[in-house]
């Protein structure tokens, strides 16, 4: 049995920092240091904890002039974890497909509008793509296989707006359906974290 967004929903009441704006991203096949490399990703110093790098990320931006980002990765089991405050990079097809060559690529992303986008690819193929708050806008070559999962875990399919709205914690729940892997506060507070900046790629001006 899968568990559901309300197993999730600790993450909004427990890190409202990260919370608001996010892009988690699971990777099966690459290494930290390989997915750095795909994303053409800089080096820099390790940070420990989840707040440690929520700090170092908007002080990034701001030092940046938004041109680049800080995301942090580690290792968990045989995924690589990657994590963006307030980044998109993981739902970014541009950029998340050609990283995907020969891996798996699961991906959700949240920002402080609400706008959300859930992304699992394979080998550079779009699985499924959605926005969590309306997932009955679907499409890739798997699009309409994991419609009983979303449902049972929690995604709303119908006209009526739900009285608690579950789809940012569901979106970690289909990520651990898909990889496995459960994101936990432990995993978050206590990780030394592989860091590196990552050029934000925005369209030329018209």
């Known amino acids: 049995m899968p568990k559901t967004g309300a197993d999730y929903a600790w993450f909004e009441n427990d890190f409202p920092d990260i919370a608001e704006a996010y892009c988690f991203t699971l990777v099966r096949g690459l290494t930290p240091a390989e997915v750095v490399s795909r994303l053409d990703g800089r080096e820099e110093t390790p940070l420990r904890g989840i707040a440690a790098v929520v700090d170092a990320a908007y002080a990034r931006y701001d030092l940046e002039r938004g041109d680049r980002q800080l995301v942090a990765l580690t290792a968990v089991g045989a995924w690589t974890l990657l994590i963006e405050p307030n980044g998109y990079l993981g739902v970014t097809e541009e950029r998340a497909l050609p990283a995907s060559a020969g891996a798996t690529w699961v991906s959700h992303f949240v920002n402080i509008n609400a706008v959300g986008m859930f992304l699992w690819a394979e080998d550079q193929v779009r699985r499924l793509c959605f926005d969590p708050m309306f997932p009955e ?37 289909l990520a651990e359906h898909l990889t496995g892997i459960a994101i936990t506060p432990t995993l978050l507070e206590d990780t030394t974290y592989t860091c590196a900046t990552v050029e934000i790629r925005r369209p030329p001006a018209p």
């Not at 994991?146 to 009285?163: K, N, S």
């Open 137 to 173: 806008d679907r499409w890739g070559t798997a699009s309409d296989e994991l419609v009983d999962v979303m449902q049972r875990i929690g995604f709303h399919f119908g006209e009526d707006a739900p009285e608690t709205d579950l789809s940012s914690p569901a979106a970690f729940a």
